[in-house]
Protein backbone atom coordinates (compact mmCIF):
# COMPACT_ATOMS: atom_id res chain seq x y z
CA UNK A 1 0.00 0.00 0.00
CA UNK A 2 1.00 3.72 -0.86
CA UNK A 3 -0.60 6.55 0.97
CA UNK A 4 0.12 9.90 0.51
CA UNK A 5 -0.89 12.62 2.30
CA UNK A 6 -0.92 16.37 0.74
CA UNK A 7 0.21 18.66 3.64
CA UNK A 8 1.13 21.67 1.65
CA UNK A 9 -1.84 22.67 -0.60
CA UNK A 10 0.57 24.31 -3.24
CA UNK A 11 0.71 20.68 -4.43
CA UNK A 12 -2.65 20.65 -5.27
CA UNK A 13 -2.13 23.97 -6.64
CA UNK A 14 0.38 23.16 -9.19
CA UNK A 15 0.20 19.49 -9.83
CA UNK A 16 -3.79 18.74 -9.34
CA UNK A 17 -2.67 14.99 -9.89
CA UNK A 18 0.15 14.91 -7.58
CA UNK A 19 -1.26 11.76 -4.98
CA UNK A 20 -1.55 9.79 -8.54
CA UNK A 21 2.07 10.32 -9.77
CA UNK A 22 3.24 9.64 -6.32
CA UNK A 23 1.39 6.44 -6.41
CA UNK A 24 2.31 5.48 -9.92
CA UNK A 25 5.67 6.32 -9.56
CA UNK A 26 6.37 4.41 -5.62
CA UNK A 27 4.29 1.61 -7.43
CA UNK A 28 6.73 1.06 -10.23
CA UNK A 29 9.79 1.64 -8.03
CA UNK A 30 8.44 -1.39 -5.52
CA UNK A 31 8.12 -3.59 -8.43
CA UNK A 32 6.91 -6.57 -7.07
CA UNK A 33 8.18 -5.99 -3.63
CA UNK A 34 5.64 -6.13 -1.11
CA UNK A 35 5.10 -3.69 1.21
CA UNK A 36 4.04 -0.08 2.48
CA UNK A 37 5.31 3.07 2.15
CA UNK A 38 4.09 6.72 3.13
CA UNK A 39 4.67 9.80 1.32
CA UNK A 40 4.27 13.37 2.09
CA UNK A 41 3.79 16.27 0.27
CA UNK A 42 4.96 19.30 2.35
CA UNK A 43 6.53 22.43 2.01
CA UNK A 44 10.07 24.03 2.28
CA UNK A 45 9.89 24.84 5.61
CA UNK A 46 8.79 21.88 7.08
CA UNK A 47 11.23 19.88 5.01
CA UNK A 48 14.19 22.21 6.41
CA UNK A 49 12.87 21.26 9.92
CA UNK A 50 13.09 17.65 9.09
CA UNK A 51 16.71 17.67 7.66
CA UNK A 52 17.83 19.66 10.12
CA UNK A 53 16.41 17.81 13.20
CA UNK A 54 17.11 14.14 11.67
CA UNK A 55 20.84 15.17 8.76
CA UNK A 56 22.13 18.26 10.40
CA UNK A 57 21.36 20.12 7.44
CA UNK A 58 19.70 23.11 8.04
CA UNK A 59 18.44 23.99 4.75
CA UNK A 60 15.43 22.32 3.02
CA UNK A 61 16.30 19.67 0.04
CA UNK A 62 13.87 17.79 -3.02
CA UNK A 63 13.26 14.99 -0.93
CA UNK A 64 14.09 12.82 2.40
CA UNK A 65 13.30 8.95 3.13
CA UNK A 66 13.44 7.65 5.97
CA UNK A 67 13.69 3.64 5.63
CA UNK A 68 11.81 1.73 8.74
CA UNK A 69 13.32 -0.99 10.92
CA UNK A 70 12.49 -4.34 10.09
CA UNK A 71 10.83 -5.16 12.73
CA UNK A 72 7.93 -2.63 11.19
CA UNK A 73 7.43 -4.62 8.07
CA UNK A 74 5.23 -4.72 5.84
CA UNK A 75 5.97 -0.34 6.68
CA UNK A 76 9.11 -0.23 4.21
CA UNK A 77 9.42 4.16 5.39
CA UNK A 78 8.35 7.31 4.95
CA UNK A 79 9.32 9.38 1.78
CA UNK A 80 8.60 13.54 2.31
CA UNK A 81 9.30 15.90 -0.88
CA UNK A 82 9.24 19.62 -0.39
CA UNK A 83 6.89 21.32 -3.28
CA UNK A 84 8.75 24.83 -3.32
CA UNK A 85 12.24 23.20 -3.63
CA UNK A 86 10.85 20.40 -6.37
CA UNK A 87 9.42 23.16 -8.59
CA UNK A 88 12.01 25.46 -8.33
CA UNK A 89 14.14 22.03 -9.82
CA UNK A 90 11.79 21.52 -12.21
CA UNK A 91 11.87 24.66 -13.25
CA UNK A 92 15.97 25.23 -13.57
CA UNK A 93 16.31 21.56 -14.97
CA UNK A 94 13.39 22.35 -18.04
CA UNK A 95 10.99 19.36 -16.57
CA UNK A 96 7.46 18.90 -16.12
CA UNK A 97 6.73 18.83 -12.48
CA UNK A 98 5.01 15.16 -12.96
CA UNK A 99 8.49 13.77 -14.51
CA UNK A 100 10.87 15.96 -11.70
CA UNK A 101 8.45 14.49 -9.10
CA UNK A 102 8.07 10.66 -10.50
CA UNK A 103 12.01 11.01 -10.28
CA UNK A 104 12.63 11.76 -6.82
CA UNK A 105 9.95 9.44 -6.05
CA UNK A 106 11.61 6.48 -7.53
CA UNK A 107 14.78 8.07 -5.74
CA UNK A 108 13.53 8.04 -2.76
CA UNK A 109 11.68 4.38 -2.81
CA UNK A 110 14.79 3.08 -4.11
CA UNK A 111 16.73 3.94 -0.64
CA UNK A 112 13.68 2.58 1.30
CA UNK A 113 14.81 -0.62 -0.92
CA UNK A 114 18.35 -0.14 0.48
CA UNK A 115 20.01 0.86 -3.01
CA UNK A 116 22.58 4.31 -2.39
CA UNK A 117 24.46 6.31 -4.21
CA UNK A 118 27.24 6.98 -1.85
CA UNK A 119 30.32 5.43 -3.59
CA UNK A 120 30.48 5.80 -7.67
CA UNK A 121 29.32 2.39 -8.52
CA UNK A 122 26.58 2.28 -6.36
CA UNK A 123 25.45 5.84 -7.88
CA UNK A 124 25.26 4.30 -11.43
CA UNK A 125 23.59 0.92 -10.64
CA UNK A 126 21.28 3.40 -8.76
CA UNK A 127 20.38 5.80 -11.82
CA UNK A 128 20.47 2.65 -14.03
CA UNK A 129 17.52 1.35 -12.11
CA UNK A 130 16.07 4.84 -12.12
CA UNK A 131 16.18 5.17 -15.24
CA UNK A 132 14.79 1.44 -16.07
CA UNK A 133 12.28 2.13 -13.99
CA UNK A 134 11.32 5.65 -15.24
CA UNK A 135 11.19 4.27 -18.70
CA UNK A 136 8.56 2.09 -17.73
CA UNK A 137 6.49 5.25 -17.10
CA UNK A 138 7.13 6.73 -20.42
CA UNK A 139 9.79 9.34 -19.05
CA UNK A 140 12.97 10.46 -19.95
CA UNK A 141 16.28 9.75 -18.63
CA UNK A 142 15.98 12.41 -15.66
CA UNK A 143 20.30 12.37 -15.66
CA UNK A 144 20.62 12.86 -19.63
CA UNK A 145 20.99 17.03 -19.35
CA UNK A 146 20.87 17.00 -15.49
CA UNK A 147 23.79 17.85 -13.55
CA UNK A 148 21.89 18.65 -10.46
CA UNK A 149 22.33 15.74 -7.20
CA UNK A 150 19.23 14.69 -6.08
CA UNK A 151 19.45 15.41 -2.85
CA UNK A 152 19.18 14.29 0.77
CA UNK A 153 17.11 11.27 -0.02
Not at 67 to 81: K, N, Q, R, T, Y
Request: glycine fraction near 6%.
Amino acid sequence: MIEVEVEDPDWATSLPTAAAVVQRAAQAALGAVEGDVVVLLTDDTGIRDLNARFRDRDRPTNVLSFPAAESAMPHLGDLVLAHGVCVDEAKAQGKSLSHHLSHLVVHGVLHLLGRDHEIDEEAEEMEDEERSILASLGIADPYETNDHPLGEA
